[in-house]
C-alpha cells in the first residue's frame, strides 16, 4: 500500500513566521487531502489537492503528483494554527492514508 | 448546513463490554468511512460504506463491525472490548465514493476502556 511520510515532525515557532511542511508519497495517488487536527481532535480540512497549487488565505498547498509530493505552506503564523496537520493521500477508494503528521506550535 | 454529527462524544465502558458509535453525514453525502486515532498506530482506516454496502475494510479484528443505513446514517459497534481500544473514532464523509471528493470529518467520539 501506500506510504506516506510527513516532515518535519515537530515544529515551534514565534507568532508571524512562515513554514513549509512535507508530506512525500511512495505510489501515484488520485487524491490527496491535508487536514489541521485542532487540540478538540476535529480534522479541518484545508485542501483537496491531487495537483496543482491552491491558496486559501494565509494557507497554500502545492501537490507535484509525478514527483510524488505535496507541501503546505502557512505564513504569518498565528497562535489559533497550533495543532498537528496531516496529509492523506488516497489511491482509487475513498480511504485515506494518514501520515503522522507534522506538530506545530505557534508561540505569541 | 450542517456538518458531520457523531454521538456520544466521550464515553467510558469496561473491559469486555460493547459500544456502539454514530455517525449522522452531511447532507446529501451519501458515503461514509471510519478511523481510528490512537498515540501508538496514529489515524488508521477502520471501513467505508456507500449505499448501505461495506466497500472496504481495514486491517482489525472482527469485533470490529459497521453498517449503514438507507438514509446514510452509520454506526459502528466494537464487541469484546480491550484497553487497546481506547482511542479516538473519528467519522467522515463525502457525496460519493471514488470520485475524489473532498471528505469532512466529524468532532469524533472519545473512547476510553477501564
Known amino acids: 500500500g501506500i506510504q506516506v511520510e510527513q516532515s518535519p515532525p515537530d515544529l515551534i515557532l514565534q507568532e508571524g513566521a512562515n513554514s513549509t511542511l512535507r508530506c512525500n508519497f511512495s505510489?501515484?495517488?488520485?487524491?490527496l487531502q491535508w487536514f489541521h487536527q485542532n487540540p478538540w481532535g476535529q480534522l479541518i480540512n484545508l485542501f483537496y489537492i491531487p495537483s496543482g497549487t491552491k491558496q486559501n488565505g494565509r494557507l497554500s498547498a502545492t501537490t507535484v503528483a509525478t514527483e510524488r509530493y505535496s507541501l503546505l505552506y502557512i505564513s504569518s503564523s498565528q497562535t489559533t494554527d497550533s495543532g498537528v496537520y496531516f496529509c492523506?493521500?488516497?489511491?482509487?477508494?475513498?480511504?485515506?492514508?494518514f501520515g503522522t503528521g507534522t506538530r506545530l506550535q505557534v508561540f505569541p | 448546513k450542517a456538518g458531520v454529527t457523531q454521538t456520544p462524544r466521550y464515553l467510558i465502558k469496561t473491559r469486555g463490554q460493547q459500544v456502539t458509535l454514530s455517525c449522522s453525514p452531511i447532507?446529501?453525502?451519501?458515503?461514509v468511512s471510519w478511523y481510528q486515532q490512537t498515540p501508538g498506530q496514529g489515524l488508521q482506516f477502520l471501513f467505508e460504506y456507500f449505499s448501505e454496502t461495506q466497500r472496504n475494510k481495514g486491517n482489525f479484528p472482527g469485533r470490529f463491525s459497521g453498517r449503514q443505513f438507507s438514509n446514510s446514517r452509520s454506526e459502528m459497534n466494537v464487541s469484546t472490548l480491550e484497553l487497546g481500544d481506547s482511542a479516538l473514532y473519528l467519522c467522515a464523509s463525502s457525496l460519493k465514493m471514488n470520485s475524489g471528493n473532498t471528505i469532512y470529518f466529524g468532532e469524533g467520539s472519545w473512547l476510553t476502556v477501564v
Open positions: 492523506a493521500p488516497t489511491s482509487d477508494t475513498d480511504k485515506l492514508i
Open positions: 505510489d501515484s495517488v488520485n487524491n
Open positions: 447532507s446529501g453525502h451519501r458515503s
